[in-house]
């Protein structure tokens, strides 16, 4: 062990506490997607009002003014039929002013008013009239609400905000069906299923392509379950059979059989990683309740190592792990002790706030460098997946008075967690 450096800490972060931490990003993107849509249409519904309010603007005003023309137009025929008569005349501009709110007022040839008018409010605007005279036409004002034009805007954005709130959700359902999807994926929920919609070809034809996905996949993993479960008898049955046939050998051939058997024992402990990779893999884990104490001193009898080199607190700690794959993981930290640290020293177990600590202490030179247990080949990064895979860690730093430490921890079962 002296041969490997400090992991750097205590890692935390279990199984089911990333699926939620990966479950409240995922919400997030998919209300991020919501908001975009809606931000997206409310531009496009300012844009939109500022060009239909500009043009309706200008429209306006241009027919207003070819209004206005006709109104003159009329006012002035009307009087020239009846300039002659002064009684006709002055009924006339009282009934424009009644009717079309045209003030009028009379000049002759000279200038002299011959019918005066109101003062004007509007826009006066003089008319000569053949030789006869001129007509002083006081044309009502264009009013135009520039309130009740604004009002009418923003109520017809508010309208249609809202009705681009409710399409952005409409639109964004199918990502967030297949975002939640992908959740339970990931959290190994195979037999999770999409929904297609009848009403949506194109998110009904994604639906059934995940589905028939998952239905492959969740076939695989059982299929390699199922193999990695036949493997494991049928790599063990051999190994078995020649450990008793070099049993059987004479003692003439000790040094032979002596070789055979260490040779048998690390093909015992290579089947054993490989086994362990491969559940790990498929996360084929199966936690209960164990006896720490006791998986320790089954680690150190596999080593060959006398238990007075174990260590258990009082009263003895439960955990809650996988016994072949954590009995794995104690192995290999002993048989790391004793190869590259000089032989152990120590294993204690031990509970703590966060766990159950596995530290085994060797006699070796300690740390030599800033490496990690994944570059070392030792078997320590499949103790490191173990213990990650537990929702606990591999720390590994220097001891005092020479050697190193490696403590294993191992969390608290937590997949019954509701959040």
Known sequence: MGRFASHGGHHRAGCERGQR????????????????????????????????GGVLWLVGDSSWARHRTKLENLAVRRIERVWDDPLERAVMVRDLEETLGIGVELRDRDGAVLFPAEPCDGHPHAVTLAERGQAVLCMPAHEVSVW???LSVLVAMVVLMALSGALARRLGRPFRELAAFADRLGDGELDARLEPRRRDPEAALLARTLNQMAERIGKQLADQKQLLAEA???????????RILVEMLPDAEAETRAELEAELEEMDRLV??????????FEALERRPLDAGELARQALERAGIAADRLEVASPAPTVDADPTLLLRALANLVENAERH????????VAPSEDGVRFTVADRGPGPTGPTTAGGLGLGLPLVERIAEAHGGSLALRPREGGGALATLLIAPDETDFVE
């Open 21 to 52: 931490h990966r479950r409240r990003h995922h919400r997030r993107r998919r209300k991020g997607l919501q908001r975009r849509l809606f931000r997206w249409f409310v531009a496009a519904i300012l844009l939109t009002s500022a060009a239909v």
């Open 148 to 150: 009740r034009f604004v």
């Open 232 to 242: 494991s008898h049928e790599l063990r049955t051999p190994l078995g059979h020649a």
């Open 272 to 281: 054993g990683r490989l086994l362990a990779r491969s559940r790990l893999d």
């Open 341 to 348: 640290g000089a032989g152990l020293d120590r294993l204690t």
